[in-house]
């Protein structure tokens, strides 16, 4: 036995040593030199939150009651991060590009952003983790009566004090929420990562991984099976021990259901996705993390069949097996092996604690009490004031509330069963999280309807056939298991439908999957999405084949630049909000506060969303908007419109298959609708972005002249040239559109005639010398002239030749700019070269910049629709544009000229 006020002195102890190093940690981060707790290796250690005291206890207890069964707790897991490049890279792909802060807001984004989808997985959350917190608390409070129990005295498998003063799990749950108040509720963004937290969980990762591998490796070589050998050869001498470790007949059903759960749990646990997806700094530490968390789970599995062949053979019958780790050393008088697994334990207890009331309180304030806040008036939001404080004081009283909510559950269920049967009703609960978020990122047809009535289907059979149960073993409740529920044998949570004679876990997952699953396809199918579900949709699911852009307003509405001041500041705070604006201002090239259009709206709702959700960004900034939402809907039908285009060229390439001549310019037609598609998303957020643009100033000077009476004469005239400049751009961008449509379709003005390129040449260059003098550029013209002459439309020709040289001449970045030209003369062609020593183009760009709606320079003005137009134009002259180049070496293109006679 040891002496309690040495085990309280170590914990204590412990818990002070990881709140140094949180403390420490933190003011690493302040100070930017926190590149460790980025590390690889650090994001794999935290992601070992998985192994709670279920893994460390439960999973020698449950290799002594069900053999081998265990392992598919480590399987489940490892097969996940082994395929971590199609479901966990898109995962975090998808929740850094959002600014995702939890599996409640990864779930409502997807589906719409919609607010009750959100409150639900939060409410089905915290009612699923609640069973875990109160097995952690159970788990350090059993063992610790274990240690200290007086020899001779019986050890009760749930030991809990009558007084909660005297109850080791009320101390350790207020302990965790001093800790996670103080290190876990820091900050509101989810760009401010918890790096005292990840810290402590990384170190105590290693502790319960050294204290597990020190007690096994001491069992392993140090005791000895009563036939002599070391402890594994006393499976081989007893029948008992060889059937229950050996892989025949282990196989089915149960063996299923566990492998669905652990390879779910690793995803769909609230505090796993938090550490996994949410926490982490770089994609590319799941690269090393597919291995290396695999890795651990193989350590702390190593000696689990050693520990329960020698609790079985060397313990009194009737032991609790989830204690082995601990009774082993001390019935062999190895005490402070006992003290070094129980701070084991207790590592693993805490960290679990820690990150699931650490997620659940983000998803508590942001998807639970904001939305009540912003339905109700005379807030302090309403009246203007920061509310970043009011965020973390709900999210500090979040992580209280589900600690004693924990610690509740805990008290009332002292005759529930082992630790591994209350884990695997947690796993359980989150497994129905997968489906929605499965079918979310592969499956653009699922509904915000859909997942909704699904999750709720799905929860209520879970609730029905495995938490009923528990309260029933528990006295709460009587009845149902025997009778069913309003006394109907059909509706029994054990034997559902009539199932009889199945394992709990496997009747449980399979009635609530097929609620779940069945449900969510149906109504999918059968509802038809809104707008902004198929625009999230295509953006989740196509993740990788059409990245989110920051640039592609989400929300298109008119708004003043100073309430978008305010709504940030009042969320991000001050600091945020002013880096946020002031990188928009640098952008656009004005001093003071940015235009507010689309694309800085947009980055106002992702930002905030990053701090209070997607669903509750959304709602706050449409508070503020004015004037009508653009176009998300008749986005989505040009979209549907390409799709129908597309699907009816496949049917007349089908038709036409006897014609080989015909089937060649179908498919020639089909690839281009697909490249036409592959670019539909340039084509909205470039298009519409340019358009609203000058409309907005339009509109906006418009207002002022109307609203403003006594306006100064000078001022009058200065917002009217605006006006009329504005509407000249407008007009300048649609004729573009038109003339590239035209073009295509071999339509538009084309006024052939003999013409001598070289003369034409000479003129553009002409035109160009105010822009030349204005970049002070360095134009060497090598060019002479020449009596080369071809057919063509002449202005058409110097159109060509202005917009190459107007690119090179806007484009350079150098010192010392320089542009040349030369030609080339031969018998059938004229070649014009123009030369610059500008960025250049990189080459998987240089296809690119030929395609409508393509702009490689991010300060490029227009659409990008001038080296698309040029190309059309040399394309029906039956000519040819090249370019070559390297990037950061400048670029050389090529216009080559055929020798066309009139007809």
């Known amino acids: 036995m040891l002496n309690s006020g040495l085990v309280l002195i170590t914990s204590a102890s412990y818990l002070a040593l990881l709140f140094l190093l949180a403390f420490f940690v933190n003011r690493l981060a302040v100070n930017n030199k926190s590149r460790m707790i980025n590390s690889p290796l650090i994001y794999t250690l935290s992601l070992t939150v998985y192994c709670t005291s279920w893994t460390f206890y439960g999973a020698v207890g449950s290799a002594a009651r069900n053999g081998l069964e265990f392992l598919t707790i480590y399987i489940g897991p490892s097969l996940v991060f082994f395929g971590w490049w199609f479901v966990l890279r898109k995962l975090v792909r998808i929740s850094k590009s959002h600014h995702i802060t939890s599996i409640a807001d990864f779930i409502s984004s997807r589906y719409g952003k919609s607010a009750r989808l959100a409150a639900l997985v939060t409410i089905m959350a915290v009612i699923g983790t609640t069973p875990y917190i109160a097995l952690q608390l159970k788990a350090v409070a059993t063992s610790f009566n274990v240690i200290t129990q007086v020899p001779g005295l019986p050890i009760a498998a749930s030991s809990i004090a009558h007084s909660f003063y005297s109850d080791t799990g009320f101390w350790v749950a207020a302990s965790m929420g001093i800790f996670l108040v103080l290190f ?12 005292g937290v990840v810290a402590a969980i990384a170190i105590e990762s290693l502790v319960k991984l050294f204290a597990f591998l020190a007690v096994g490796l001491f069992v392993m070589f140090s005791v000895r099976a ?17 059937q229950r470790f050996s892989f025949p007949d282990q196989f089915g059903p149960r063996w299923l259901t566990m492998l669905i759960l652990s390879a779910s749990a690793i995803i769909c646990l609230p505090r796993q996705f938090q550490i996994t997806v949410v926490e982490i700094a770089n994609e590319r530490n799941l690269q090393k993390a597919s291995w290396l968390f695999p890795l651990y789970l193989l350590l702390i599995s190593l000696f689990v069949i050693p520990l329960a062949v020698a609790g079985l053979t060397i313990l009194p019958a009737g032991s ?9 050393p001390m019935a062999l008088g190895y005490e402070e092996l006992s003290l070094l697994a129980f701070i084991g334990g207790f590592s693993s207890a805490t960290s679990m604690m820690m990150v699931a009331s650490m997620a659940l309180s983000i998803m508590i304030s942001n998807h639970l009490v904001m939305p009540l806040l912003l339905r109700l008036r005379h807030t302090e939001l309403e009246r203007g004031a920061d509310f970043t404080g009011i965020l973390l004081t709900i999210r500090r009283i979040s992580i209280v509330a589900i600690l004693i909510l924990g610690y509740v559950y805990y008290r009332f269920s002292t005759g529930s069963d082992a630790l591994a049967s209350i884990g695997l009703i947690a796993f359980a609960a989150s497994a129905q999280f997968l489906p929605v978020i499965i079918g979310g990122i592969f499956w653009k047809h699922g ?6 009535a699904g999750l709720c289907a799905g929860f209520i059979v879970w609730a029905f056939t495995l938490l009923v149960p528990v309260f029933e073993h528990a006295g709460l409740i009587s009845g149902i298991l025997e009778n069913g529920l309003a006394g109907i044998a059909f509706l029994r949570p054990e034997a559902l439908f009539g199932a009889t004679g199945w394992d709990p876990l496997v009747h449980s997952l399979f009635w609530s999957y097929c609620a779940n699953i069945g449900i969510y396809v149906f109504i999918s199918l059968t509802t038809k999405p809104g707008a902004l579900e198929r625009l999230q949709g295509s953006l989740f699911v196509d993740a990788f084949k059409t990245p989110f852009s920051p640039d592609v307003p989400l929300s298109g509405r008119s708004v003043r630049s100073g309430e978008l001041v305010a709504l940030s500041q009042r969320i991000l705070g001050t600091a945020p909000t002013q880096k946020l604006f002031k990188e928009f201002s640098t952008r656009q090239g004005v001093s003071g506060l940015p235009e507010p259009d689309a694309s800085l709206v947009a980055a106002v709702e992702r930002q905030m969303a990053g701090t209070i959700g ?8 449409s508070r503020v908007i004015e004037g009508e939402e653009i176009g998300i809907d008749e986005m989505i039908e040009i979209l549907d419109e390409t799709q129908q285009v597309i699907a009816y060229s496949h049917q007349l390439e089908q038709k ?26 340039d084509f909205l957020s470039h298009v519409s972005h340019e358009l609203r643009t000058p409309m907005t100033s339009i509109r906006s000077f418009s207002e002022i002249l109307l609203d403003t009476d006594g306006l100064d004469g000078e001022k ?13 751009r407008l007009t300048r961008l649609l004729d573009e559109i038109l003339d590239i449509n035209l073009l295509e379709n071999d339509y538009g003005p084309w006024e052939a005639k003999s013409i001598k390129p070289s003369i034409i040449l000479r003129e553009a260059i002409a035109s160009l010398d105010g822009l030349v003098q204005q970049k002070n550029v360095t134009l060497t013209d090598r060019s002479t002239a020449s009596d080369w002459s071809t057919h063509a439309d002449p202005d058409r020709l110097k159109q060509v030749y202005i917009n190459i040289l107007s690119n090179a001449i806007k484009f350079s970045d150098q010192k010392q700019p320089r542009v040349s030209i030369d030609i080339k003369v031969a018998k059938d062609s004229f070649s014009t070269i123009i030369s610059d020593n500008g960025p250049g183009i990189a080459p998987d760009d240089q296809a690119a910049i030929f395609v409508k709606y393509q702009r490689k320079q991010p300060s490029a003005q227009g659409i990008g629709l001038g080296l698309a137009i040029s190309k059309q134009i040399i394309t029906r002259m039956k000519g040819s544009i090249d370019v070559r180049s390297k990037q950061g070496q400048g670029a050389v293109f090529t216009v080559t000229i055929p020798n066309i006679q009139a007809t």
């Open 656 to 681: 036409s298959q006897q014609l080989e001549e015909t089937t060649a310019r179908l498919r020639a037609a089909n690839d281009q609708l697909k490249r036409i598609d592959r670019h539909k998303d």
């Open 614 to 621: 997607a669903a509750s960004a959304r709602i706050m900034v």
């Open 716 to 728: 009058h005239e200065q917002f009217l040239k605006i006006i009329v400049s504005e509407s000249q």
């Open 320 to 328: 609790n097996p989830d204690q082995f780790l601990l009774t082993v």
């Open 447 to 452: 509904t915000e309807l859909g997942a909704f």
């Open 226 to 242: 009563p036939g002599g050998g070391n402890i594994l050869s006393a499976i081989a001498l007893d029948p008992a021990l060889s």
């Open 184 to 195: 876990g509720a820091r900050t509101v963004g989810v760009e401010e990562h918890h790096h």
